[in-house]
């Protein structure tokens, strides 16, 4: 198994070189008003496993609950690190078509044990029944409300895949209505730049995210309709992110968005924000999810630490 010629021999555990032996890419289909509740039961069933798991492991509470309007998960450590001070506007991934905070436990429910923080992740309106700006209206709502009751010393900002287009966005608008930033950004394989122009973009390289650009395309028609691909509160990493907070990136070499990651790094730091780009050897995108991996638990640490040191 360890000789495949595509899997690495080294600069990778055992356990994710088995994973991918384990796991070929699978493309995904595009989802549409017809097969909307479809798909999204598919994928939801298919982390049922791992939200039980993190559910048992690290015990959350969790609790439904309305900030700015906007119905969204509360996620809080079971132990006794919780603390109502700080708190985390968490905006989970699946294209802007699927996905919910439920299935971002994985990720959600880590950084609620590690940090202490109050993990707020908005339930988000879903494309194809609510198009752009559906989400990031939602996103805006809560974002202004957990700054009036947290302060930005005590509030950040986290996001994967769709999320980290999702939180971007967010404080793309929130900086320029003049509120103030938060105290840091974290972003786990963000989608940057629906143009798809990236040098990543190769098929059967990701096991997790194969979806050629000509469905892909389509899919993002569908979610923005005549906004341009080009516009940053579509695109973020065509934006200025003059004023943005101390901001930790992370993805993988096999990632597809790769190089939305790189970019967007490149793209802060011209503006002279502070960034913390971390790329994983032989990682896909959000491998965060899979706790099984010792790469996963080891970036979730670093997330974790990066936005514990900047409350």
Request: proline share 7%; net charge negative.
């Amino acid at each position: 198994m360890d000789s495949t010629p595509d899997i690495p021999r080294t600069g990778m555990s055992r356990e994710a070189r088995q994973w991918l032996a384990s796991n070929p890419p699978t493309v995904r289909r595009v989802v549409t008003v017809q097969n909307a509740a479809e798909i999204r039961a598919e994928i939801a069933a298919g982390y049922a496993a791992a939200i039980a798991a993190v559910r048992l492991e690290l015990q959350p509470r969790e609790t439904e609950v309305e900030v700015g309007g906007v119905p969204c998960l509360e996620v809080v450590s079971g132990s006794s690190r919780a603390s109502g001070d700080t708190a985390v506007m968490y905006c989970f991934g699946g294209g802007y078509t699927a996905g919910s905070p439920e299935e971002d436990l994985v990720i959600s429910a880590v950084i609620a044990a590690a940090t202490g923080a109050r993990i707020v992740a908005p339930r988000y309106p879903l494309a194809p029944e609510h198009r752009f700006p559906a989400a990031p209206d939602s996103a805006l709502a809560v974002y202004r409300e957990l700054l009036t009751t947290h302060g930005p010393k005590g509030l950040a900002v986290a996001g994967e895949s769709a999320g980290g287009n999702l939180a971007l966005v967010s404080l793309l608008r929130a900086r320029d209505e003049g509120l103030a930033m938060p105290s840091a950004l974290a972003l786990l394989s963000p989608w940057g730049d629906a143009t798809y122009s990236g040098d990543s973009q190769v098929a059967d390289r990701d096991p997790t995210l194969v979806m050629a650009t000509d469905r892909l395309e389509p899919a993002a028609a569908d979610y923005y309709g005549e906004a341009s691909p080009t516009d940053p509160l579509v695109s973020p990493i065509f934006g200025d992110f003059a004023g943005f907070p101390p901001t930790f990136i992370t993805s993988g070499t096999r990632d597809l968005l790769l190089s939305d990651s790189v970019r967007l790094a490149t793209a802060m730091r011209a503006d002279d924000v502070e960034v913390d780009l971390r790329v994983w050897e032989g990682m896909w995108h959000v491998f965060e999810f899979y706790r099984e991996l010792p790469e996963a638990r080891a970036s979730m640490q670093q997330v974790a630490s990066f936005l514990s040191d900047h409350f």
